[in-house]
């Protein structure tokens, strides 16, 4: 492993706990690898709401209510919302939180977006800042598809290394106290850049940022792949994934059997995603469902979280902009 | 005043202090009333660029740098950047993040940000988790123009309730040690709607999110206006500041001579903004000027600073959506 000197985690000593976990997903979501353990499945993408912008805001909203409920917690105890998304001025987050009487923080880190607010959630309950934080983010293919590459109404085809942006969300309650699985450290990452400028490779776009981050997670808390029960990316594909691989083993890190990517996971291979999904309700709501579900029957003791970002922008990529990417790491132990 | 139960502040027992401070503006901004307090005016608007997105970012870079020159640290102290800006997916913050070997992460609270990312620094440094945390902001007048209204050769007629999108620019090291003012509590606001659909009338959007922020700060602090040497909000506008003063009245809260407005403040009349300035760069560059300059000379003692943010997004409006707004608040001290 490399001899870098890397200083990007925080440890949390007062174990903030995930309280209450909670995902809702589309009808293609539902019918993937994952269906039967999502909360709540949707049964048409519009979410009886007029358009897709107003149905992600209202699967990020349920989300949050869920995942209060589940916790056994009320409105008024959440100290703090912390979300973002994909739109432009993450709209689906700031007009879902518009609904509650909650103090609110906006952040945005494409599909890195779970674990930065789990991170950011962590911080604020462990430093005895607040008691509860609800931690969210949504993700909508009709939305993102539409802002991001084209008109869903043209029905372009889909290059071979394109993935396939999850209807999902997913929130988690961060608590001081209570049940469930707690979140030992966090690692921030950096903005990595390896040249991409192909909007339709997002695999190939995260897997540098996400390298960085993993190599900081192991030197910063002296482990290694085996001290892991489960390490998982979100979203990096299959071809991120194998990219990733790759990249590890150059820094002398052999990735196994207990690696895998929920963009890779998400859906079923007759589903024709090609190289799977992505967006940060991907890896939100597998997490919020499958992983911490595993946990609390400890299943899965120490589990390695880590959502990768692409920081997409049509006006940088116009401008001829080479795209970054970016990971941030959550270590949930139980 | 209200017998609302706010609670919505975090309290820093250690002091974080503002170590190093550092503003950059445009030639408009220049010629306004703080010209002579900013550490660095450009020339033009595309400062040695060929788009003005690629300006605003090269801004921030540079406040970044000025802002750790400053501060006599080097690159490799910052263990944070926390940034946010207008521009979609923030890419003024992100790609400026690319050229720094720095864990980044990202904020959007549209003109609120300069107050999230230090109250979020503050959180880092006052519970020990890092020791200098950078936090900054950027916006810039052709960007923003462009991307949440129209094209700039149009040339449209501004109405009279409009704000100028100020092109500037600030950062702040939030650090463990050192001299300089210090962050003694934060406030985190709710997203606040009062209705308004008019995408020319930032201020009334603002008013009402923060004059909830502005009550639960007195409230949770137990201080009243005239405990502060100044309030300041950013940015309201001529007009924002007006609602802003009146619905405070309602509430039994007078504000005096001790409040002023950021956005009112940065241009001469002679400039005809109309209502003032806006974007998050103008209430950055002068907390990162004027007021933290004054207050390392103790002229200024204790500052209320809350920027205030529209969460405005064309998607939205464009769907009939009204906009909402959102203000968040630190207390400095010295």
Redesign the interface.
């Known amino acids: 492993m490399d001899n870098l000197l890397y ?2 985690t ?1 440890f949390f000593k007062n174990k903030p706990r995930i309280v209450g976990n909670y995902s809702i997903v589309g009808p293609k979501e539902k019918e993937g690898n994952f269906g039967k353990y999502f909360d709540f499945a949707m049964e048409d993408d519009h979410f009886g709401e007029d ?1 897709f ?2 149905a992600e805001r209202k699967m990020i909203e349920k989300a949050l209510l869920g995942a209060i409920k589940k916790a056994n917690l009320k409105k008024h105890d959440i ?2 919302f912390l979300a ?1 998304d994909l ?5 689906s987050s ?2 879902a ?2 609904a509650f ?10 599909c890195s977006t779970m674990a ?1 607010s789990l991170a ?1 959630g962590s ?2 309950v ?5 008691r509860n934080v609800a931690c969210a983010t949504v993700s909508h293919f009709s939305t993102a598809e539409r ?1 991001f590459r084209f008109p869903l109404e043209l029905g372009n085809q889909r290059p071979p290394t394109s993935q396939w942006t999850a209807t999902a969300s997913g929130c988690s309650i961060v608590s001081n106290k209570g049940e469930g699985p707690f979140i030992s450290s966090a690692t ?6 390896y040249g991409i400028t192909d909007v339709n490779n997002m695999g190939a776009v995260m897997a540098p940022g996400t390298m960085n981050t993993m190599l900081a997670v192991f030197y910063d808390t002296k482990t290694e792949p085996s001290d892991y029960d489960l390490i998982v990316t979100g979203d990096l594909g299959k071809l991120g994934s194998e990219i990733l691989i790759d990249l590890m083993e150059h820094h002398g890190v052999k990735l196994g059997k207990n690696y895998c990517d929920c963009g890779q996971m998400m859906y079923k291979i007759e589903q024709q995603v090609l190289m799977g999904g992505s967006g940060c309700g991907c890896s939100a709501s597998i997490l919020n469902s499958y992983i911490i579900n595993e946990m609390k029957k400890e299943k899965l003791k120490k589990v390695l979280f880590i959502a990768t970002g692409a ?6 990529s116009q ?1 001829g ?1 080479t795209l ?1 990417g ?1 990971a ?1 790491a959550v270590v949930l132990e139980i």
Not at 188 to 193: E, Q, S
Request: charged content about 20%; hydrophobic content about 40%.
């Open positions: 200083n990007q925080v358009t912008e107003k100290d703090l973002g739109l432009n001025q993450i709209i700031s007009y939180a518009r009487d909650m103090p609110y923080l906006g952040v945005f880190g494409a930065e950011l911080v604020f462990d430093g005895g800042y607040f802002q921030f990452g950096k903005v990595t850049d920081l997409l922008s049509t006006t940088a401008q902009e970054p970016i941030h």
